[in-house]
Each structure stands twice: as structure tokens, then as C-alpha cells.
């Protein structure tokens, strides 16, 4: 185990149960739908790569990043998008948005209503981790790896300052590494 990792919360084997029970929904609902994966960069990255692997159904996969400003005690954070979805064909699109994690809820809420004022024939969003006690605005995912309480987490795509997003388990860091 990587020494800044206080303990592993989901191992890799834990992981890929999770996902795999995430791909089996995703198949029965998106059978007769033309889906697009949205990996909201960079964090969804690992999640995403690794769900589309098990996914029966066709996909095709597009990226935005997105950044969220103003965070803090009220729910009028801004969001910042430096890259945005372009496709002609947006309006015959079923979007699953794929989030690593969501914490207080602002960037999927947005990013939900934005794709749809684009044209998004429907939008979804999945999440590989959910932290509920952290919401600022009111926001549930279609599809969630897990719940987990307000713990400081890296890997399988989680950074702390860019790092630790290339361990292959999702581990608690230790509070020295980040001052805690
Ligand atoms: C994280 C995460 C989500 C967002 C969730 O991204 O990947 O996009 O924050 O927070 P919210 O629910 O409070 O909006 P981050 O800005 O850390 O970027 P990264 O994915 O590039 O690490």
C-alpha cells in the first residue's frame, strides 16, 4: 500500500464488483438508446475507462472539464467549463454523465441543465462515489457506485494536489499529507 494511504476503503477487486454491478444497469436501460459517456475530466477518467470496458451496449464516449468556483457555505458556485462537448448530433444523444465524485452536488446539477439548454436529446449522470452529508444544492445521480462518508479520498482517478489519481484502489489519506 502507498505510504501517504491511511486505509483502502475500496480495494481493486471491490472496484470492479462495483462497476460491474453499475454496467449491468446501464445494458438493461440504455439497450435501445444511442448513449454517449460524458468523462468530466481529469478525475472520471480511470471510473469511466474502466466502465466502458464492461458495457454490453454500444457506446460512444466525449469529455468536458469543468471547474467549480465560488465554493464555500452558498450554493451559487459558478462553473467554469475550459472544455466543452461539441457534436453536430447532440440532439440525438442519450448522455450518461460520468463523475468520479460528487460532493456538493453543484457541478452535476449545472452540468445537467447545460447539456439539455444544448440540446441533449436526455441527460443521466453516474458517479463512482457519492458524499451526501456534503451537499450544498439538492442533486441525486441515476447511477452510484457507493456512498461514503466526508472522508479525504484518492485514487482509481482522486487526486490530492494531482497526485495518487494512478493508485488502482479509492484509499483514505493520511491527515499529515494534506495538514489535516
Ligand atoms: C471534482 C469532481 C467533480 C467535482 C465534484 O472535480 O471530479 O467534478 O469536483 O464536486 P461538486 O459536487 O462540489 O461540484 P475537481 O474540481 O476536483 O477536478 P478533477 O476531477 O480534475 O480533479
Known sequence: MNDAIEQVLFSEKEMEEMITRIARDVDRDYADKKLVLLCILKGSVVFMGELMKKLDVPCEIDFMKVSSYGAGTTSSGNINISLDITRPDLDTCDILVVEDII???RTLSYLTKYLLNKGAKSVKTCTMLDKPSRRVVDFKADY????????????????YAERYRDLPYVGVLKPEVYGG
Do not use: A, C, R, T
Not at 452510484?144 to 487526486?159: P, R
Open 144 to 159: 452510484v457506485g457507493s456512498e461514503i462518508e466526508d472522508l479525504f479520498v484518492v485514487g482509481y482517478g482522486l487526486d
Open 103 to 105: 460532493d456538493s452536488g
